[in-house]
Each structure stands twice: as structure tokens, then as C-alpha cells.
């Protein structure tokens, strides 16, 4: 369950990433911001460490500029938008089926 704690972590860090990109789609020298918390909490569950998803698995985008100097692409944000909105819910769902677990058990002690 702390593995899906810091998913959700991560990817809840990614949808203020992607807000802050979109807010920003407008603003001269931005360069859009990733989040790869994937890398950070497979190497901290490989190393059989407590998985915890922080801000190093934020970075900035090498991705080509505009002429502003600015690199957000909506399009990109979007589909990155969807795809964390989906994976958030398959993880609730997930730690939700966790608890259910727990709950029947409980129930039938």
C-alpha cells in the first residue's frame, strides 16, 4: 500500500506539473517541466528502500523551443493530462480493492 501512496504522490506531482505547464503556455523563456517519478519508485522499491516520490523526479524539458523561447505544446499536455488522470483512478482503484481486503477481513474476525 506505500507503493500506491507514492504513486499516487507521483502522479498527483504530475498534474501540478502539467497545470503549471499550461498556465505558463503564453510566458516568454518557460521551459515545460517532466515528471518521472516511475524511474525514482522503481529504483526505490529495487533497492528495498520505503517507496517515497519527491520533487528530484521533476525536471525540464529538452523538447524544442519556440521562437519566445517557450516549449509548452498543448497537445502534449493534454495527452499527458489524460494518461495521469487515468492512471491516478486505475491506482485508486487498486489501493481501493486494498481496503476492500481489509475492511472483509475485519468484518469476518
Do not use: C, W
Amino acid at each position: 500500500m506505500t507503493t500506491l501512496h507514492a504513486a499516487l504522490a507521483g502522479l498527483a506531482q504530475r498534474q501540478r506539473v502539467t497545470a503549471d505547464n499550461v498556465a505558463n503556455i503564453d510566458t516568454p523563456g518557460f521551459l515545460a517541466g517532466r515528471t518521472d517519478f516511475e524511474s525514482a519508485l522503481k529504483n526505490e522499491i529495487a533497492g528495498g528502500e520505503t517507496a517515497v516520490v519527491g520533487q528530484s523526479a521533476v525536471s525540464q524539458s529538452l523538447d524544442p523551443t519556440r521562437t519566445d523561447g517557450n516549449n509548452v505544446n498543448l497537445d502534449t499536455e493534454t495527452m499527458i493530462a489524460t494518461e495521469t488522470g487515468l492512471r491516478y483512478q486505475l491506482a485508486i482503484n487498486a489501493l481501493d480493492g486494498k481496503y476492500s481486503l481489509l475492511r472483509s477481513a475485519l468484518r469476518t474476525s
